[in-house]
């Protein structure tokens, strides 16, 4: 292949897919203008210097870390509800266990799953600066979910047959049935806190949801005591202390940095 040939080929392959008329305004700390003028006319790639490299990384763990962090605290909250319930006893465990189980396939899955759908129109809006878009789509996912979750509902409140059908021991079962009727209230809330999350996700927005999520937690253990050992609530109690510690989150949204978007 003759040198041209290379040229043209090694042309094609390094072209950006997207061209931006703009892009020729950007220039490199390291590098004149005229050298880069040239390398582009040779149709040779730029790399970036590595000070843009680290900043970028840097943009990139201010935005993970934090979700990493909320994720961890989230099953924190689950740790410490199995914990008081192996303390009720094996009945309440396997109840509590099972319950748990069920909701996450039946219905946070669910939730999760459909939310991720405003995930691409919410960047997409936020990169157009289109705040009044991501209210309105925030408002629409929430009220998609809440009307997703009506049949779940429905689910829930009538597992206790469903699991006597499948052979499941009438404890345990009742258990659990007690245990997700209670927890309908955090399936409405699930139904706010997952588009939030998002929503200020797309935003860059992830340090508060991280404090709300660690502050939250921080309230878990010690109502749960109170709600089990003192006022002797049981399982019940335990349901109640999931749904009142996602409160928290839901307040998120009122703090006057959390978002821009006209909601």
């Avoid at 490199?28 to 990384?57: H, M, N, R, Y």
Wanted: aromatic share 8%; proline share 5%.
């Amino acid at each position: 292949m003759s040198d041209q040939g290379v040229q043209d080929f090694y042309s094609f392959t390094t072209a950006p897919l997207l061209v931006n008329e703009d892009i020729n305004d950007v220039k490199d700390d390291d590098v004149s203008t005229e050298e880069q003028d040239s390398l582009q006319c040779q149709g040779q790639a730029f790399p970036p210097s590595l000070s843009k490299v680290i900043e970028e990384i840097k943009q990139l763990y201010a935005i993970a870390l934090p979700m990493i962090i909320t994720g961890l605290l989230l099953y924190g909250k689950l740790a410490i509800s199995m914990f008081f319930m192996g303390k009720l006893g094996k009945e309440a465990l396997a109840g509590g266990f099972m319950s748990i189980g069920i909701a996450n396939i039946s219905c946070y899955s669910v939730i999760s799953g459909l939310a991720l759908g405003m995930e691409a129109i919410s960047s997409q809006a936020c990169g157009a600066k289109q705040w009044p878009l991501m209210g309105q789509t925030l408002q629409r996912t929430i009220a998609i979910l809440i009307l997703a979750c009506l049949p779940i509902s429905v689910l829930w409140l009538n597992i206790e047959p469903i699991l006597l059908f499948f052979g499941q021991d009438p404890d345990i079962s009742s258990v659990a049935s007690t245990y997700l009727a209670l927890s309908l209230p955090d399936l409405l809330f699930q139904c706010i806190i997952n588009p939030l999350r998002i929503y200020l996700r797309t935003q860059n927005v992830t340090l508060p949801l991280m404090l709300t999520a660690a502050f939250s937690l921080a309230l878990h253990a010690p109502i749960n005591y109170i709600l089990v050992y003192h006022l002797s609530f049981g399982i019940r109690g335990i349901a109640v202390v999931v749904a009142l510690t996602d409160i928290g989150y839901i307040l998120v949204y009122r703090n006057g940095d959390a978002g821009r978007g006209a909601v």
